[in-house]
């Protein structure tokens, strides 16, 4: 149920409608948790904390493994979401969502090995063919962007990059949970224009064009509305950040934001991460391109008044020169407190206040806190980093909170938070490097309950960036960070083909793995 207060308001003379939420799910029993966006819920911290069948004691190489996997027909982006108690026909089933880069969505049951093929499959248009290989790995790009679910409505909602009469068209579907069809009316097409003065306007207007932008981010559900974020299909040309709104009852248009009307670049992608949002607005992070005149590149931004509220760090000039993506890791909103925490390429963590981000100030003296979570950079301007893209926050730890990050060429680690700041020392750490592009991240346990807490990772000792490779999935204690499992350990758990930028999702006793290998892993107890 959602309960929502509308107001229209103008930002630099684009309009977005805007509204304060609060989501109350209802329909599944208080041990029954719904993966119904990236990274379980708004605030972006990648904790289910309502685990209660997987624990340090059993997750085990005698124990827990491969229980079955499902087909699928293209790689694996977006990453799975999980509906319990879904009614098909005459017969209930907990639900796997799964997306593809071939246009499809699948419904598959969730807990049935013998129950193998999909409860529903419904193919979304031609996706853009492409060479093989490259960043993408695969020869289609049709939905990148993790869906997002509205179970009062019934509704899966995605994005997908169609090829309409040899032009590239994004189009936003809002699907039934139990069947596929259509509803509100969709799809629809995303387009549209907002004043400005950037090199490809035209009389004061910029216009969405498709053709160079990726919708990456996951997918928002916030206020009523269903956000859709675009960044670079390809680094190399000129593109746009474009943020869109969408009525997610009637699937009319809401609103839409452009991150450089008057410049070029500033993507949104945030490695697959989905926009924050709180009763305050919604948070993003934009990457390198232009930043002034209206223009907010490497920037942290909060949507919700006249005017866009932002974070701008003073070495703004640098990201923006060398591609220091400053959102190559997503916003994350630290629960029962008023802070926001990002990081991007150069390793570096920003601590906001998200009632005062401050804005552009010389020394970054508005920062609640920064610090250097990897080697960073090195010493010569424009160097690889060693990069920050995923970061998950255990709020529910016993003790202090707990922050894991898993950084390219570097070890998993966990840093201590005190309710105002983090332990810039990390309070445990494990030996295992990962490849490009880190760690991807997912914590699970009962509450606070000791011995119930585990890290999940998704990973390879490659580097993913220039095709594709054997992935691992690993399961650590999440306070010692010994290692209790990883698919390598019986030949019979193969984890695959790394699916990049994609976390494992852990729902009611399972762990749903994401892949490349065009197929879902389904693990558990055997």
């Not at 699937?251 to 839409?256: D, E, M, R, T």
């Amino acid at each position: 149920m959602i309960s929502e207060q509308v107001n229209r308001r103008k930002f630099s003379g684009r309009v977005f409608l805007l509204l304060a939420v609060a989501v109350l799910w209802a329909g599944a029993a208080p041990s029954q948790v719904i993966v119904w966006t990236a990274q379980y819920e708004n605030d972006r911290t990648g904790a289910n904390v309502q685990e209660t069948i997987l624990n340090t004691s059993n997750v085990n190489s005698q124990q827990f493994g491969l229980l079955f996997t499902r087909p699928v027909d293209g790689l694996i982006y977006a990453q799975p979401l999980y509906v319990p108690g879904v009614q098909l026909g005459t017969s209930t089933y907990n639900v796997v969502y799964v997306a593809t880069l071939n246009n499809s969505v699948y419904a598959f049951d969730a807990d049935n090995a013998a129950n193998a093929a999909p409860l529903w499959h419904v193919n979304l248009g031609p996706a853009l063919q492409i060479p093989a290989g490259g960043a993408f790995l695969g020869t289609e790009i049709g939905i990148v962007g993790t869906p997002v679910i509205d179970v009062t409505w019934n509704a899966l909602y995605v994005v997908a990059l169609t090829v309409q009469k040899g032009d590239m068209q994004y189009n936003l579907h809002a699907l039934n949970l139990t069947n596929g069809q259509e509803q509100f009316n969709g799809p629809v097409v995303i387009q549209g224009h907002v004043p400005g003065t950037a090199f490809d306007a035209r009389n004061g207007i910029l216009a969405f064009t498709p053709n160079n932008v990726l919708q990456r981010p996951a997918l928002t559900l916030y206020g009523g509305n269903v956000f859709v974020a675009f960044g670079a299909l390809a680094e190399k040309y000129l593109y746009h950040g474009w943020l869109f709104s969408y009525n997610a009852h009637t699937l009319q248009q809401a609103g839409i934001y452009c991150s450089t009307p008057n410049g070029s670049k500033g993507g949104i992608w945030m490695s697959g991460h989905g926009m924050a949002a709180d009763v305050s607005g919604l948070y993003l992070m934009v990457g390198n391109g232009t930043t002034n005149k209206g223009d907010l590149s490497s920037s942290f931004v909060r949507l919700n008044g006249t005017t866009p509220q932002y974070f701008t760090p003073a070495n703004y000039a640098s990201l923006n020169k060398y591609d220091w993506d400053l959102n190559a890791g997503g916003p994350l909103l630290l629960p029962n407190t008023t802070l926001l925490l990002g990081g991007g390429k150069t390793g570096a963590f920003f601590l906001l206040d998200r009632n005062n981000l401050g804005g552009l100030v010389a020394g970054d003296t508005q920062v609640v806190q920064t610090w250097q979570a990897t080697t960073g950079c090195g010493t010569t301007a424009g160097e690889d980093c060693d990069e920050l893209h995923d970061y998950i926050y255990w709020y529910a730890a016993p003790g202090q909170p707990l922050l894991y990050v898993w950084p390219m060429n570097e070890h998993l680690k966990a840093y201590a938070f005190n309710g105002s700041t983090f332990n810039t020392t990390p309070v445990v750490k494990n030996n295992p490097v990962a490849g490009f592009p880190g760690g991807q991240l997912t914590v699970s346990s009962n509450g606070g309950k000791d011995g119930t807490g585990i890290v999940w990772a998704a990973m390879s000792t490659q580097d993913a960036y220039g095709g594709p490779v054997p992935g691992m999935l690993r399961a650590f204690d999440a306070i010692t960070l010994a290692e209790l499992w990883n698919s390598d350990m019986n030949a019979a758990d193969n984890a695959g083909l790394l699916s990049k930028f994609t976390p494992p999702i852990v729902a009611n006793g399972k762990v749903y793995l994401a892949t490349f290998s065009k197929q879902l892993n389904v693990y558990g107890l055997r």
